[in-house]
């Protein structure tokens, strides 16, 4: 019996260098030296000469056009698509209009006015007339003006198609009307592949790369397979890899890190083959700002924690195949895919899967769920507020928090993977500040910076005005609305 090889997972990135500006006449990427393989645990046999090493390519160019040139190329083949859907409702010339033009130009063969005779209708031996050259070339004129709707259509979902990693992306970059300003004045800190690689600090973003790819090996989110061994007697789905970057800032606008995230292109997901359903909730803004004020007003301490790759802490529960992302491929030759075995991010139902994974840890260690907040959990005195993956603990004894996080990273029931972030300062954008008079300040400067952003204005043209509302309220405190509800 032949030996057989098992194939080694992805390997990370190999250190980050300056990539070149990307070129239109050449699409390929260029070549970087292989990285060495991750270890991993075996997995399925395919036999194989040479055992299978997972080579990083650096990403250094794009095969997509500029988002204005997809801005202009729609808009052109949006009128010419208007213009002959009018030109196919003008109605043809009537009977009595075809007479009248006959008579006020005896010398014009009818041919030139009316329609051939049909073949069937046609006396035999006489040949359907030849349309005259000037008509050919009107014609053909009219038909380079007015192109079909299915070559425009045609052309559209070409471009459609090859631009892009996301569907939300490609629509919001080709559609001439709906979010026309997202890709101007949207927040210039989340991107995609394409546009992290034109940013500066594009090598920071490699190296974000490397870990996130690591952290999948070491966590063996997943494992190479080859196409041909899926079982396809069984449901399951093919999806393609993408990845996500955001810089990650502080309330303040502080860059704290960079970061990339890969997901999988839930939008190929099938309902009913590898997803149900989707919802998912989150704790409610009336919710978390009444604990903050609940645990001032009685002296609760309060901490934050913040689960580390949360999504891919629960088991996936579907068969769901991952194409292998941009800048890797296989050595050995075949086709390879990533079976996925983890909620990876970015499948239909990843919030889902890890909301219940959280919950049934949770019930396991004696905590119950709140009757109006799904996403507050009680047990004794201490209190839980969940947000997807960030939480705060309140409680009146240090203690309690501290003993819940070690249950946490314990084996049994559940491990789960998290870090403590200490006292609450931020939470999901919001600045936490205490003061000593024993008062508690919640500002967001950094999304007000973001909304002047977005509203097409610079920080530095803006002339700042008091709120009218506070000086009314200095000079006359009591006063009363005059309006009669």
Known sequence: MATQHAPTPLAAAPAPA???????????????????????????????????????NAPTDTTHAPAADFHALNQ?????ATASRHASRIPPPRRSGRIAAQNASPATPAASTTSPLPASRRPSGIPAPTPRRSERIAAQQASRAAPSAFST???????????????????????????????SKGDPDVMHLQDARKQPDWPQFKEAMSKEVEDFNQREHWRLVKRS??????????????????????????????????????????????YWDTYSPVVNWFTLRSLLILSLVNGWHSRSIDFVLA????????????????????????????????????????????????KEGLRARGFVPGLVDPCVFYKKDLILMIYVDDVIC???????????????????????????????TSYLGLKVKRDKAGTINLTQPHLIDNIITSAGFERQAINPVATPACEVLKKFPDSKSDTVK
Request: aromatic fraction near 8%.
């Open 18 to 56: 300056p990539a070149p500006a990307p070129a239109a006449a050449d699409p390929d990427p260029a070549p970087v030296p292989a990285a060495a393989p991750v270890p991993a645990p075996t997995v399925a046999a395919v036999p194989a000469p040479v055992p299978a090493q997972v080579v990083v």
């Open 76 to 80: 052109v083949e949006m009128r010419e």
């Open 153 to 183: 259509l045609s052309a559209f979902f070409t471009r459609f198609e090859r631009h892009g990693n996301l569907s939300d992306r490609t629509i919001n970059d080709l559609h001439p009307l709906a979010f026309a300003s997202s890709a």
């Open 229 to 274: 061994s899926i079982d396809e007697s069984k449901p399951y789905d093919i999806v393609n890899a993408v990845w996500s970057f955001k810089r990650k800032r502080s309330p303040t606008g502080e860059l704290l890190k960079h970061k990339a995230r890969l997901c999988a292109h839930g939008g190929q997901q099938t309902h009913g083959v590898t």
């Open 311 to 358: 999504f891919p802490q629960a088991d996936i529960k579907t068969d769901v195949y991952m194409r292998l992302p941009y800048g890797f491929h296989v050595s050995t030759p075949g086709e390879w895919l990533l079976k996925l075995e983890k909620n990876v991010y970015g499948l239909k139902d990843a919030g889902r899967t890890w909301h219940e994974h959280l």
């Open 394 to 424: 309140f409680s009146p004894k240090s203690e309690l928090i501290d003993e819940f996080v070690a249950s946490m990273k314990e084996e049994e029931p559940q491990k789960y993977v998290l870090e403590d972030l200490g006292d609450v």
